[in-house]
């Protein structure tokens, strides 16, 4: 077993304030919307704790963009220019993913410290970081202030529309969550992804029949 540092501290700070944000987005924005089902907190304490987090979390998502535009580990984003190369690396980790993890097989992506996600990832990382997430931080700050935002408001559909497309990206965060924390306990070890945002270092093992590094 060999141990190799995949995610910088900067990386690590930042993925663990936003998963510990976003919890607490969803948690405060379920009550906000659903305050006659269950009360988790105060309708009031909700509403500011939702409004401080999400600004909390936009300033960590410009840390994040401006450690990856700043550095050489922009890297890890840069897409496969090949169509053919990169159809082919996705239907291979679609089957692993679909049946091969089933049988054993081995995982077709071998991480590196500039190349630590798989095809599949690299895809739906970038929209989700470059597209989803700014939308989602964009409507959040319209519905932040209605007032002194109306025209932007107006200029995207009216408040309706703002706000079904707030909701409708909070239902596509939580199922990639969900996705995420299982795909990440497919390591060696179910909790070998989780120590490795923590340490930094993935541990690679030397057969590659064993491994299901996500």
Same mark, same amino acid.
Do not use: C
């Given at each position: 077993? @060999?141990?190799?540092?995949?995610?910088?501290?900067?990386?690590? /700070?930042? +993925?663990? %304030?936003?998963?510990?944000?976003?919890?607490?987005?969803?948690? *405060?924005? #379920?009550?906000?919307?659903?305050?006659?089902?269950?009360?988790?907190?105060?309708?009031?304490?909700? /509403?500011?704790?939702?409004?401080?987090?999400?600004?909390?979390?936009?300033? @960590?998502?410009?840390?994040? #963009? *401006?450690?990856?535009?700043? %550095?050489?580990? !922009?890297?890890?984003? +840069?897409?496969?220019?090949?169509?053919?190369?990169?159809?082919?690396?996705?239907?291979?980790?679609?089957?692993?993913?679909?049946?091969?993890?089933?049988?054993? =097989?081995? @995982?077709? +992506?071998?991480? %590196?410290?500039? +190349?630590?996600?798989?095809?599949?990832?690299?895809?739906?990382?970038? !929209?989700?970081?470059?597209?989803?997430?700014?939308?989602?931080?964009?409507?959040? /700050?319209?519905?932040?202030?209605? %007032?002194?935002?109306?025209?932007?408001?107006?200029?995207?559909?009216?408040?309706?529309?703002?706000?079904?497309?707030?909701?409708?990206?909070?239902?596509?965060?939580?199922?990639?969550? /969900?996705?995420?924390?299982?795909?990440? *306990?497919?390591?060696?070890?179910?909790?070998?992804?989780?120590?490795?945002? !923590?340490?930094?270092?993935?541990?690679?093992?030397?057969?590659?029949?064993? =491994?299901?590094?996500?």
């Amino acid at each position: 077993m @060999n141990k190799l540092y995949i995610h910088p501290l900067p990386v690590r /700070v930042w +993925h663990w %304030t936003n998963a510990f944000g976003f919890v607490l987005l969803i948690a *405060s924005g #379920l009550q906000i919307r659903y305050l006659d089902l269950f009360q988790l907190m105060p309708f009031q304490l909700a /509403v500011q704790v939702h409004n401080w987090i999400g600004f909390i979390l936009i300033a @960590n998502f410009f840390i994040w #963009l *401006s450690f990856y535009l700043f %550095t050489d580990k !922009i890297k890890v984003y +840069h897409p496969e220019l090949s169509p053919v190369k990169y159809f082919r690396a996705s239907f291979r980790q679609m089957q692993f993913y679909g049946y091969g993890i089933f049988k054993g =097989d081995p @995982n077709p +992506h071998h991480p %590196t410290a500039y +190349h630590k996600f798989n095809a599949l990832q690299s895809m739906l990382y970038q !929209i989700i970081m470059m597209m989803l997430v700014p939308i989602q931080f964009f409507s959040g /700050v319209l519905l932040w202030d209605v %007032t002194r935002f109306a025209s932007l408001i107006d200029l995207f559909g009216g408040l309706r529309v703002v706000d079904s497309v707030h909701v409708l990206l909070f239902i596509v965060f939580v199922g990639f969550i /969900v996705v995420h924390v299982y795909l990440a *306990s497919l390591g060696h070890t179910p909790s070998a992804h989780f120590k490795a945002m !923590i340490t930094g270092y993935e541990d690679i093992e030397d057969e590659p029949h064993a =491994d299901r590094a996500v």
